[in-house]
């Protein structure tokens, strides 16, 4: 398996790089989300996962190691293929889709395009248990278990903002200040919003 590649990005698109090491080109299909945090410079070191099918070999590259375990363990999920998969940190983020499985949003889930219903369903079912934690720039974020998080939310809910909106919001703040309480979350979140 080739685990990750460091070389020089000698072609990039929103949907496919190709990366040459050592006088070969390794053509990497990626997300837009990896494509956003691509480096400036022509040296680049990506995460890759080989997928081996009867009929093609196909090189799938990620930004970081979150990003590409969470895309293995959504292969592990009946109905969700690698181009679903990709297709979904093409719409939202990895720590997006972590938290949508660990708070049980199906409805986020299903705004991917490919996903109906019962696959959201099933996503959520199958990986709830499996998804912990995703390590985002050398650090642990704590997913939706955060309960300051999620009465921050239902407030803001409350007070008529979107789900997403207040998600958002709630998230950044938690991200610069994890240990904040529900009333700070709160007031911070109302001056963003």
Request: charged share 25%.
């Amino acid at each position: 398996m080739i685990n990750f590649l460091k070389g020089r990005l000698v072609e990039k698109s929103p949907t496919q790089i190709v990366v040459e090491c050592n006088g070969v080109g390794y053509e990497v299909n990626i997300s837009l989300y990896t494509y956003g945090n691509l480096p400036p410079d022509e040296t680049i070191s990506i995460y890759t996962y080989l997928q081996v099918r009867e009929d093609a070999q196909i090189l799938y590259g990620f930004m970081s190691k979150s990003e590409k375990e969470v895309f293995v363990k959504l292969l592990s999920v009946s109905g969700i293929g690698a181009s679903t998969a990709r297709m979904m940190f093409s719409s939202l983020s990895p720590q997006e889709v972590v938290d949508a499985i660990a708070s049980g949003d199906v409805e986020t889930i299903k705004s991917v395009k490919g996903i109906g219903l019962k696959t959201a369903q099933r996503v959520i079912v199958d990986l709830k248990d499996k998804i912990t934690k995703v390590e985002h720039s050398g650090e642990v974020l704590p997913l939706q278990n955060n309960t300051n998080k999620t009465e921050a939310l239902s407030a803001l809910v409350t007070l008529g903002y979107t789900k997403k909106q207040a998600e958002k919001s709630v998230r950044k703040i938690l991200k610069t200040n994890p240990e904040a309480s529900i009333e700070d979350i709160i007031k911070t979140a109302l001056k963003n919003l």
